[in-house]
């Protein structure tokens, strides 16, 4: 199967239809470009950590940007996140009593006031629609990845992002590798041809656990399980789409985006058993096989205690290519040698120049304000849901151990979250087999 740029947004497309009439709501439409040139006020919506990173490196991005509303599920999120911001921008955080919100429908609050430009940073399981009611309401767009955490929700994206095109609307990702001013000297050289033709790849991102909150009085079971969503596969999409993802998105990067054509693997949870950690494995293991007949052999795992790894490293006819994100490695080997260092002089100079000050996640929203600026919008769209789509494939190969397509995962009718969502429901979703564990 060649799975086409065309053919990946017409079965998206089809197979959305039905899902956008039935879960979007009514929406109110705006002009893509901000009425004040001077002024550009930001909404931020999510308010843990990397959603407060993103508001600083937003008002980093421009000398006349504005945080002017915030929104989270929680409200001590908020306040808190409001703080450090407020200390570190005391003139540029314009947050008030009345553009505070709270609640499963903040965002719908925060969108329809008068900011120019969204961050949407909130646990996955609420990107679609908020990406769809930000694009409704013509507002710019910084969006975390991962941008679905099933099937179902990444069509609603993908429309999403085609309509953000359509009404010239920037639409920035978070896969911030993509804006590493080393890396994008590294991928263009092997989409080049430096390394000459891909054989195989090895990919990874073996880390230890992370962080959980226990349990306080006054919270319900929705909300303890919100406030730890990444253990929850249907808030997070497990960590192969909610963390690994960055490593799938460097290798789809070094492959022209191209879709593989099948996923074969396994994973499950060995060591993180603890009813604490919800429902996601703590390890997968896959194969990628792509139509030139490369294969690219993938592992992810979140074991402590275990020796980590977060590379991509190339096998092509004429040399390798090695892209460590630990050691801040980027070199080529071979026929044509080629190393990074602090002398590499970069295609672009003033691109090179940026490195001494900006890191990748200051790159992202210094490009996403000056397409804004420039009325030249940026559109990540296509190449960031098609990674989204590469990570769920790999999950639904790893909870069956069978061999999925990526058309197969695309067109898949499983749902995970509930919906609606609510604070005082009960719901889980039980732990993947594979071999037992059917696609759906």
């Known amino acids: 199967m060649d799975f086409s740029r ?53 008002l980093n991005a ?39 919100f709270t609640g499963l429908d903040a965002y719908q609050k925060l969108i329809d006031s008068d900011v120019d430009v969204v961050l949407l940073a909130t ?144 994973g499950g949870r060995q060591k993180r058993t603890d009813p604490k950690y919800g429902n996601i494995f703590d390890h997968f293991a896959l194969t990628y096989e792509y139509a030139t007949g490369a294969k690219a052999y993938f592992s992810c795992r979140q074991q402590s205690g275990t020796a980590p790894s977060y590379a991509v490293e190339l096998i092509g006819t004429e040399g390798k290519c090695i892209v460590d994100c630990r050691t801040g490695l980027h070199e080529i080997k071979g026929k044509n040698p080629w190393k990074y260092d602090d002398e590499t002089k970069f295609t672009d100079e003033n691109a090179y120049k940026k490195t001494e000050v900006r890191s990748m996640y200051q790159q992202e929203h210094d490009e996403l304000f000056a397409s804004i600026r420039s009325k030249k919008p940026i559109n990540d769209g296509e190449w960031m849901t098609r990674s989204n789509l590469v990570a769920l494939t790999g999950r639904f190969a790893g909870y069956t151990g069978q061999t999925i397509s990526c058309e197969q995962a695309l067109c898949s009718t499983e749902a995970l979250a509930p919906d609606p969502l609510t604070w005082d429901m009960n719901y889980d979703v039980p732990v993947a087999i594979p071999g037992i564990t059917k696609f759906k």
């Open 6 to 58: 065309r053919d990946f947004i017409k079965t998206a497309s089809v197979a959305a239809a039905g899902t956008l009439l039935t879960h979007s709501p009514a929406m109110a439409t705006g002009s893509a470009w901000t009425t004040n040139s001077d002024t550009l006020k930001v909404g931020l919506i999510g308010c843990g950590g990397r959603g407060t990173g993103a508001a600083e490196e937003a």
């Open 62 to 100: 421009d000398p006349n940007v504005v945080l002017s509303a915030m929104a989270d599920s929680f409200s001590d999120q908020l306040e808190e996140s409001l703080k450090k911001l407020k200390a570190k921008f005391p003139q540029k955080v314009q947050v008030g009593a009345n553009t505070k």
């Open 123 to 266: 646990p996955p399981v609420f990107r679609p629609a908020y990406l769809e009611y930000a694009v409704k309401a013509g507002k710019h767009i910084f969006c975390e990845k991962p941008f679905a955490v099933d099937a179902p929700g990444l069509r609603r994206v993908i429309v999403a992002a085609q309509q953000a095109k359509e009404k010239n609307i920037s639409l920035v990702s978070g896969f911030c590798w993509r804006y590493h001013l080393p890396k994008r000297e590294t991928f263009r050289r092997v989409l080049d041809g430096q390394i000459g033709e891909i054989l195989s790849a090895e990919v990874t991102y073996n880390t230890g656990e992370l962080w959980h909150k226990d349990r306080q009085n006054g919270w319900t079971d929705m909300q303890y399980k919100v406030r730890n969503w990444l253990y929850y596969n249907y808030l997070s999409g497990d960590h192969i789409i909610e963390q690994a993802i960055h490593s799938l998105d460097m290798l789809q990067w070094a492959m022209g985006d191209a879709a593989p054509l099948r996923v074969t693997g396994s």
